[in-house]
Antibody
C-alpha cells in the first residue's frame, strides 16, 4: 500500500543541524511532488517546503528559507529535509506529504507520513 | 499570502448529530480547497479535495461544498470516531499552500 515513513527526528541544541528522511513505497515516487509540513506542540499545521517530482524546483516558507533545504533521491524513493541553524521555534512534529496528482500539477495532499518529532532545546 | 479562517474554532456535538464547519479564504481560490481530519497524536488524514471530491476510501457522510472564498465541510450522523480536529487547506497558490487554524470537534 501507499506509505510514507519519516525518520531522523530527535533533540538538538539551538544552532544545531538535523536531517529528516521520508521513505516512500507503494507508488511511483519519481512522478510526484512532495512536501514537508510541521506542527508545533498544541498548534496547527504549517507548510514548510516543496520539491517538484524531478527535483528541479524547490519552494520554502519564509520562516525556514535560508536555513532548511529540501531534496530527494528518486533512485532511493526518499525525500529529505536538511535543517540547519535550528531555533526553539522549529520544535514540532514534521510530516512529509504526497501530492495527489503527478508531475507537480496543482493538487491537494493525499497521503501523509506518521511524523517525526524534532525538539530544539539546550 | 492567502489566509484561511475557519469557524468555529471549537464545536460540541452529540453522536448522531449533523455538523457544518466553515472555511473562508482571504481571496478567491476557485475550488482549490482540501479538508483534513486529525486525531490526537496521529497524522492528518486527507478527506476532501477540489472542495467537494472525496478522497478514496472516505465515507460519504463527509461532504464539502463551496467555491471562491467560502467553503463548508459537513459531517452527517456523527460517530465517536469522527470527533477530531479538522483543517482546511488552500492550494490555489500551489505549491505554497496554507492551512486554516483548525476546528476542534468535541463530544457533548
Amino acid at each position: 500500500q501507499v506509505q510514507l515513513v519519516e525518520s531522523g527526528g530527535g533533540v538538538v541544541q539551538p544552532g544545531g543541524s538535523l536531517r529528516l528522511s521520508c521513505a516512500a513505497s507503494g507508488f511511483t515516487f519519481s512522478s510526484y511532488g512532495m512536501h514537508w509540513v510541521r506542527q508545533a506542540p498544541g498548534k496547527g499545521l504549517e507548510w514548510v517546503a516543496f520539491i517538484r517530482y524531478d527535483g528541479s524546483n524547490k519552494y520554502y516558507a519564509d520562516s525556514v528559507k535560508g536555513r532548511f533545504t529540501i531534496s530527494r533521491d528518486n533512485s532511493k524513493n526518499t525525500l529529505y529535509l536538511q535543517m540547519n541553524s535550528l531555533r526553539a521555534e522549529d520544535t514540532a512534529v514534521y510530516y512529509c506529504a504526497k501530492d495527489g496528482s503527478g508531475y507537480s500539477y496543482a493538487s491537494a495532499f493525499d497521503i501523509w507520513g506518521q511524523g517525526t518529532m524534532v525538539t530544539v532545546s539546550s | 499570502d492567502i489566509q484561511m479562517t475557519q469557524s468555529p474554532s471549537s464545536l460540541s456535538a452529540s453522536v448522531g448529530d449533523r455538523v457544518t464547519i466553515t472555511c473562508r479564504a482571504s481571496q478567491g481560490i476557485s475550488n482549490y480547497l482540501a479538508w483534513f481530519q486529525q486525531k490526537p497524536g496521529k497524522a492528518p488524514k486527507s478527506l476532501i479535495y477540489a472542495a467537494s471530491s472525496l478522497q478514496s476510501g472516505v465515507p460519504s457522510k463527509f461532504s464539502g461544498s463551496g467555491s471562491g472564498t467560502d467553503f463548508t465541510l459537513t459531517i452527517s450522523s456523527l460517530q465517536p470516531e469522527d470527533f477530531a480536529t479538522y483543517y482546511c487547506q488552500q492550494y490555489n497558490s500551489y505549491p505554497q499552500v496554507t492551512f486554516g487554524q483548525g476546528t476542534r470537534l468535541e463530544i457533548k
